[in-house]
């Protein structure tokens, strides 16, 4: 249980730095650093 808790939130965070990645190139700012 814990363990699929995990992994949903791993994904959820993939996401946010996706998309906040994407918002960041969209306003030509300095790119965050790729982990």
């Known amino acids: 249980m814990l363990r699929e ?3 949903n ?3 959820e965070v993939e ?3 996706s998309m906040v990645t994407t ?3 969209t ?3 300095v790119p965050s ?3």
């Open 27 to 29: 306003q030509n700012q």
């Open 23 to 25: 918002l960041m190139a």
């Open 9 to 11: 939130m791993q994904a």
């Open 15 to 17: 996401k946010l730095t």
């Open 5 to 7: 808790q995990m992994a």
């Open 33 to 35: 650093p790729v982990p």
